[in-house]
């Protein structure tokens, strides 16, 4: 099992910067991918961004590629996402999760942590 608990986020004007960090707990969980995703008022979840369990790959959603950039601390378990740019359409709960040891599917997930940006 993974345990994951997110930090940071908090509120920011449009072009400003926030980070979001998760702290990984449990079995292993420094070899697992590991990954962010949002959910705005009235939307779907969607993907932000993940990154393998060496770090040396990383993978974003097109509306926040060159934007936003993921790392993990594989000696602390911990990811971080950088948000610049912010943007109000980036107003969302912030989960962080962790695919499976397989890597098939995100089984793991944290309990969300809210970013607000206003115009």
């Known amino acids: 099992q993974v345990q994951l608990v997110e930090s940071g986020g908090g509120s920011a004007q449009a072009g400003g910067s926030l980070s979001v960090s998760c702290a990984a707990s449990?079995?292993?969980?420094?070899?697992?991918?590991m990954g962010w995703f949002r959910q705005g008022p009235g939307k779907e979840r969607e993907f932000v961004a993940a990154?393998?369990?060496?770090?040396?790959?990383?993978y974003y959603a097109d509306s926040v590629k060159g934007r936003f950039a993921i790392s993990r601390d594989r000696a602390k378990n911990t990811v971080l996402l950088q948000m610049t740019s912010l943007k109000p359409e980036d107003t969302a709960l912030y989960y962080c999760?962790?695919?499976?040891?397989?890597?098939?599917?995100?089984?793991?997930w944290g309990q969300g942590t809210q970013v607000t940006v206003s115009s």
């Open positions: 999760a962790a695919q499976n040891a397989a890597g098939s599917s995100w089984d793991y």
């Open positions: 449990g079995r292993t969980a420094e070899r697992y991918v």
């Open positions: 990154i393998n369990w060496s770090g040396g790959g990383t």
